[in-house]
Each structure stands twice: as C-alpha cells, then as structure tokens.
C-alpha cells in the first residue's frame, strides 16, 4: 500500500483543494486509505463490522468502535481534519516549511503545529526513503 506522504506527494495543490473541502472529506479519505484491504478489529482481529453514520466501524464480534482517525496521525487532533490534512500536504510537499509558518498560515498555536509536524516527522522517517537520519 502507497505510503500516506507518497498520496500526498503524487498531488497537486489544486487536485488537492479539490479533493478536500471538509472534515467529512477527511473521513471519507481515510476511510478508503485506511480500510482499503478490510477492516480488521484493533483489539480482537476479527473482520466483520457495521458502519456508523459518522464513518466509525464497529466489530461485530467484541463491538469495539474504531473511528476512521484512530491509529493514525490525524487521531485527537484539536484544529480540525480539514487544517490537518493541508498542513501534512504542505509539510509532505514542501519538506522546508516550519512551525511558525505553519501557525500563522493555518492560525493555530506554534505549539500545536510543531507537535503535530512532529508526528508528520515520525511517519515520514518510518519511509526507507527518509534523508532525515
């Protein structure tokens, strides 16, 4: 499967903009990323499921509800999937863009950026093509 910084390399800003324009295009994203070989229950492996409105997947055998942003770095985010999703475009796309830039474009505490460029880091260093070490 296409690493998610390779999905946002192999796009442009515009099919981008496109692509997502809201938070439910942001579930919706993640959902056929995330789920794309099957849904597979985080606790008890099981493969069966029922889909919630809110593009959640309940597991059938031990009801576990995994939400399309659980597991990922876009999970707990407090600024919205819409930003995040631009920010990790941006950061992905253009690797010299920093905190503060990211905080004044997407009008968010400094602190909130760097944390999750720092998780953006952390998944573009698990790539074999990483130059960061």
């Known amino acids: 499967m296409k690493s998610l910084e390779n999905v946002f390399l192999e796009t442009n800003l515009v099919d981008f903009a496109h692509m997502i324009q809201s938070d439910e295009d942001c579930k919706q994203f993640l959902v056929e990323y995330k789920w794309k070989e099957g849904f597979e229950c985080h606790k008890c492996h099981h493969t069966a499921f029922q889909e919630r409105k809110d593009h959640s997947r ?3 055998k031990c009801s576990y ?3 399309p942003t659980a ?3 876009f999970h707990k985010v407090k600024f919205g999937l819409t930003k995040s999703f631009f920010i990790a475009f941006e950061y992905f796309k253009y690797k010299n863009i920093d ?3 990211i905080s004044k474009i997407y009008d968010i505490r400094k602190s909130t950026a760097a944390h999750f460029m720092k998780k ?3 998944i573009h260093c698990l790539n074999p093509k ?3 070490h």
Do not use: V
């Open 58 to 60: 309940t597991c059938n």
């Open 65 to 67: 509800t995994e939400s």
């Open 71 to 73: 597991h990922t770095i």
């Open 99 to 101: 905190a503060t830039s």
């Open 120 to 122: 953006l880091e952390k």
């Open 130 to 132: 990483c130059t960061c």
